[in-house]
């Protein structure tokens, strides 16, 4: 869960307050804690499914270009 912050102290805080209280995730700061991490993989997912997309659309392009040129070619 380390990649949710850049500190892996950060989560070793958390863990730690939920090894002391059992109901810590459930606690408002345990919520928002959550909730951060799930901002934050979010915000990398959307990035890595964006930068594969425009991969996708330019590899996509590149194909259809070089089969307009071999269809080209075979007709002439």
Known sequence: MTMCH?????????WQ???DDPNYFLSKSGCE???NCNKKVAV??????SALKVKAEEEAAQL????????????A
Do not use: G, R
Request: hydrophobic share 35%; net charge negative.
């Open 6 to 14: 850049d500190s892996s102290m950060y989560w070793h805080n958390h």
């Open 17 to 19: 307050k939920a090894a």
């Open 33 to 35: 804690a959550v909730q």
């Open 44 to 49: 990398k997912i959307d990035a890595i499914y």
């Open 64 to 75: 259809q270009e070089e089969q307009e040129i071999d269809s080209s070619l075979q007709v």
